[in-house]
């Protein structure tokens, strides 16, 4: 199947190991030609937007607890496990949610998952700022956390399937911007709020704007891809004429009855996953995943710890390096958005996997402050940069049918290698400062192995 091209016929991938003659009769197939021939447009735009904003708030609502979790330690006397449960449930309830709420968009549709994940957090984060307990606020970032794991598979596969084959990279390339700018954004609102709303007034912050995302995502229609694998063509034609912005033309109402052809056989998103054809892509996907996720987080996580308990940097040189890491973080994003569309998907996350290694390894070895900074530098562009050419790159492996399980599931083990991989520098740090950071380096060389490894077409 073509999975690396910038432009590449998206047919091929979403037929599977069908031939091309087969590919061509398939209505996905004719519903995927008309999508990707309808130029860009304000509808383009209007999804993306909505997504993005899904995105952007989901990152804030979680950077916010890393600064709300001192203030409730302080006003209720919580020691640091009773908090670090606090912060971490919304880290289990995102694993969960990506799973979950995978398989319901596979099943039951991208338009209701697409709003009831983001209602989810929304609505929860709000209603954490009235906890008056530890375990109600758990409770509530739990089930927070749910929406946010929730609504990242579903965001990627309501982007994918609006958008023209052409620009499709390009799209979820800039997407992923909206991740760290909501990290950018998250001090300037500690700043801001009041004293005297304090935590409570931040998980208003992190709530509210969601509750109004939700209401606007009620105007993006089925994806016609999904409509078109459910036999549901008048359907998948409506929701072409929506994206093209034809005018007189609109995705007929949902109270309405609508008009089903008979619809193809059914597969269970999670056996596709693992047939025959997808096997091997599964497995690429979710070690591209679990490697990315552990050197990532790692790295960004312990950055502080390392910088200021280990090489002996002040308290203001760890706030100047960290923000040069974002820097250089954000350009990568930003060089990818440019890079996806011109070079293939495979030798790019390759490319990137392997540098941010060389980085990470380059960073652990010196103890001069210049050498330090460059490679940190270094490995912090191609670390966030990769995320560019993965996001496309997995979405792009799976059929229409099982596209959200997907890329929800390898979303899972890259969370599982984002748990991991503190604990593991945490215990190898104490045995030697540079093996540590080193063995972050693994994760990326794991990652970049997969990709070369796999026998994907």
Not at 58 to 69: C, D, P, R, V
Request: hydrophobic residues 50%; positive net charge; glycine residues 12%.
């Amino acid at each position: 199947m073509t999975l690396d091209g910038a432009a590449a016929p998206f047919i091929a991938v979403d037929a599977g190991p069908m031939d091309a003659a087969a590919s061509a009769r398939s209505p996905s197939a004719s519903i995927e030609h008309e999508v990707s021939a309808v130029p860009l447009n304000r509808r383009h735009a209007v999804v993306f937007a909505l997504c993005s904003a899904g995105l952007f708030f989901e990152s804030l609502n979680l950077q916010l607890m890393s600064f709300i979790a001192p203030q409730v330690a302080r006003e209720w006397g919580l020691g640091p496990r009773m908090i670090g449960l606090a912060i971490s449930a919304a880290i289990f309830g995102m694993m969960l949610g990506t799973y979950l709420f995978g398989a319901i968009a596979d099943r039951h549709g991208r338009r209701l998952a697409f709003q009831v994940t983001v209602g989810i957090f929304s609505v929860l984060t709000a209603l954490a700022s009235g906890a008056t307990t530890l375990w109600q606020l758990i409770a509530a970032r739990f089930g927070a956390g749910i929406g946010i794991g929730g609504s990242i598979p579903v965001e990627t596969s309501v982007l994918t399937e609006f958008t023209p084959a052409a620009w499709r990279g390009r799209a979820l390339a800039l997407w992923g911007i909206f991740l760290p700018l909501g990290g950018f954004v998250a001090p300037l609102c500690v700043a801001a709020m009041p004293a005297e709303l304090g935590w409570r007034g931040l998980l208003l912050v992190g709530g509210i704007p969601g509750i109004l995302v939700l209401i606007a995502r009620r105007a993006i229609p089925e994806t016609p891809q999904y409509l078109a694998t459910k036999g549901r063509m008048t359907e998948a034609r409506a929701a072409v004429a929506w994206i093209a912005n034809h005018p007189g033309e609109s995705p007929p109402s949902p109270q309405i009855p609508l008009e089903k052809t008979l619809p193809p056989a059914k597969r269970a998103p999670e056996k596709i996953l693992f047939s025959p054809p997808y096997r091997r892509t599964t497995a690429t996907n979710w070690m591209i995943y679990f490697g990315t996720f552990f050197s990532y987080y790692g790295f960004i996580l312990w950055m502080p710890a390392l910088l200021g308990g280990y090489r002996g940097y002040t308290a203001g040189e760890v706030v100047r390096f960290m923000l040069g890491l974002s820097l250089a973080g954000l350009t990568g994003r930003i060089a990818m958005i440019f890079a996806v569309g011109r070079i293939p998907r495979a030798p790019l996350i390759m490319t990137c996997a392997f540098l941010s290694a060389l980085g990470l390894i380059a960073f652990a070895l010196p103890n001069d402050h210049t050498s330090i900074m460059v490679g940190g530098y270094f490995a912090a562009f191609f670390l966030e940069g990769i995320f560019g050419a993965v996001i496309p790159f997995v979405a792009e492996s799976y059929p229409t049918e099982s596209r959200a399980t997907g890329v929800g599931w390898a979303g899972g083990m890259g969370r599982l290698g984002a748990t991991l991989a503190p604990l593991a520098v945490g215990w190898l740090v104490r045995i030697d400062v540079h093996f540590a950071i080193m063995t972050l380096a693994t994760g990326s060389a794991v990652a970049g192995a997969a990709m070369l490894l796999s026998k994907q077409r």
